[in-house]
């Protein structure tokens, strides 16, 4: 069962721009993590924000979480043609279980 | 840098026969994960290990798939009879620990077709 909800479910912008998505997901979580895929790809982690944390950066990304409304966002700054792949967002559920979304499929053109 | 090993990447299967994956996780890494991605979807969860004990399988059809993680170390996981919704991407991931506060790396994956 997929408990997260990207959104947009696909995104295309131009190189050099910011892009944001969106994931909302409907029960209590310890923690909300942010991966990458590239195509035919294993995952990549990128982030992780804890239940207490609204704001985290790393690097170009930065992730927002807003338990009140049980949302989160990830920002791409100053995109690039490798930002080119599908991102997913991940809730822990209870002890240890990691529940996936159904991913936004990003789009940088040159 | 040490990455998590699947083999083999790729599968061609006609319905009926069984296949095995092999998923090696990164060294000292006590949980392992074996997922399901069907294409256009997140990754769902099968079976998850802690050691050689099976944590969470409550997602895997075990009328046809089985999983062991016999030394604690490398897993198989299999299936049989395979059927043709059975085509998908098969992932293993591995964690220090559980998934509450530690990463998840994954591997490259097994794409599995079922003809």
């Known amino acids: 069962s997929q408990q997260g909800e990207e959104d947009p479910q696909a995104l295309s912008i131009q190189e050099g721009e910011n892009a944001t998505m969106n994931c909302s997901y409907k029960?209590?979580?310890?923690?909300l993590q942010w991966y990458r895929q590239n195509s035919g790809r294993g995952l990549v982690h990128l982030i992780l924000?804890?239940?207490?944390?609204r704001e985290k950066h790393s690097g170009r990304l930065r992730v927002t979480l807003d338990t009140s409304k049980k949302s989160s966002s990830l920002l791409i700054t100053a995109s690039r043609a490798a930002d080119t792949a599908s991102y997913f967002c991940a809730t822990v559920q209870g002890a240890q279980k990691l529940v996936f979304g159904q991913g936004t499929r990003l789009t940088i053109n040159p | 840098e040490a990455e998590v090993a699947q083999s083999p990447r790729y599968k061609i299967t006609e319905k009926s026969q069984a296949v095995a994956f092999w998923c090696d996780p990164i060294s000292g890494h006590a949980t392992l994960y074996w997922y399901r991605q069907i294409l256009g979807q997140g990754p769902e969860l099968l079976v998850q290990?802690?050691?050689?004990?099976?944590?969470?399988d409550s997602q895997l059809p075990k009328d046809r798939f089985s999983a062991e993680r016999l030394k604690g170390v490398d897993s198989t996981l299999k299936i049989q009879p395979a059927e043709l919704g059975d085509s998908a991407m098969y992932l293993c991931?591995?964690?220090?620990?559980?998934?509450?506060?530690?990463?998840?790396?994954f591997g490259p994956g097994t794409r599995l077709t079922v003809t």
């Open positions: 924000i804890r239940s207490n944390e």
């Open positions: 290990f802690q050691d050689e004990s099976v944590v969470d």
């Open positions: 991931a591995s964690s220090l620990a559980g998934a509450g506060s530690y990463e998840q790396y």
């Open positions: 029960t209590s979580i310890n923690n």
